[in-house]
Each structure stands twice: as C-alpha cells, then as structure tokens.
C-alpha cells in the first residue's frame, strides 16, 4: 500500500529502470496490467495503481452541510471494486466561523464540490451573512488550499445564473458579459475570479 494524504493506495510497483506509469479505466483494475508488466519489468519499472474505489484502494465521501446532511444508500459493489463501503461521513459545520474550512479540509479530499450558499433573497435581506457564506466562507477554503503543500485538489464551485444579471438571452453565449444585478450574484462572481486566479496560479485545479 501507499500513502497518499489519508488515503491508502494499492499499487503494483516492479522491475527497474524508466519509471512507467499505468493507469486502468473504468471497470478495471491495477491488475489488468499485471500480464502487460510481466514483458516489461526487465526493462521499465512498472507502477500500476488502484484508483479510489477500484480495486483494494477504497473512495471515501465527507458530506457537510449546517446540519448534518443525509447519508446515501451505498449501491452493491461489484466484485473486485472496494467502493464506498464505510467510507462515508455526514457532520453539521458553520463555513462562516474561523476554522471550520480547515476542519473540514484535513483529509485532504481530491475533489471538492463547494455547494454552500446563501441565496439570493436571503443575501439581499442579510449582507453581511451572504458576504460571510458566500465570500468569506469560499475565500477561507481558498486560503487553507493555497497553505498546504503538495496537494492541487480539483474544485467545483456551483455559481449562479445570478452573475449575469437580467435582462439576458435564452441561450448565454460564452462573451456574454456578467453584470450581477443582486449582492448574491456579485458575490458569486467574485468568488469565480477567484477561482480562476487561484487556478492560474497552480494552487487548485478550478471550476465555476
């Protein structure tokens, strides 16, 4: 096994030289190389892992929300795949109050989908809550990214329609220019730029 952040990777390493690394798809495993390397290892060094979830490396699932959120029914897993199988974590957290995107970032997850906001009405209504959730809140998980080293984990922003601001076309086209018209749809499209900024600069792999 190897570990990677909090996760223990099963992989395949043998022979010497070139280090070659192979990666299955999507049903297999680290084991479909297995009669490929058998040719190869007198000459390359062969890496062959699991990805998370196939194979002997198990994918885990932190879902937060302000309340604890739901667990789903985790499907069968076919034979040789490790799944989710008690892999799966729900926990009530405030992003708004100092420390909780550290918190919730300590396993050092892969993929972040950052759904967390306070919507439009209510952000007109609040200023300063849509400013702390919205903003501030996405800022700290930007802030404990960029502190940590050697971890790049792809982020997810679910953004807002709200970030154009009407009046706008059925179909938008890619040089329609954002002119929010709501504080929740500024704030949305701050926290984009940010994104994309944070992007440029290899701290996370971004995406609004």
């Not at 390359?44 to 739901?70: N, S, Y």
Request: contains cysteine.
């Amino acid at each position: 096994m190897l570990h990677v952040g909090h996760t223990q990777v099963a992989v395949d390493d043998n022979g010497s030289g070139v280090p070659t690394l192979l990666l299955h798809g999507n049903p297999d495993t680290r084991r479909m190389w297995r009669p490929m390397c058998d040719g190869l290892t007198p000459h390359l060094r062969c890496i062959a892992p699991d990805l998370p979830g196939f194979g002997d490396t198990r994918a885990a699932l932190d879902l937060v929300d302000v309340v604890v959120p739901p667990v789903p029914p985790v499907p069968p897993v076919p034979p040789g795949m490790a799944g989710l199988a008690g892999q799966i974590t729900a926990r009530a957290a405030d992003l708004a109050r100092p420390g909780t995107a550290a918190a919730i970032l300590a396993r050092r997850p892969d993929l972040i989908l950052h759904l967390a906001a306070v919507v439009s009405g209510e952000a007109e209504v609040d200023f300063d809550k849509g400013q702390a959730v919205n903003l501030d809140g996405t800022r700290a998980l930007l802030e404990v990214i960029r502190a940590a080293p050697d971890w790049c984990p792809r982020l997810v922003l679910a953004s807002s329609l709200a970030v154009f601001g009407p009046p706008f076309p059925d179909v938008i086209p890619d040089d329609f220019a954002p002119h929010p018209a709501t504080s929740y749809g500024t704030q949305k499209l701050i926290c984009e730029h940010l994104i994309n900024d944070h992007t440029r600069k290899v701290f996370l792999d971004g995406l609004s």
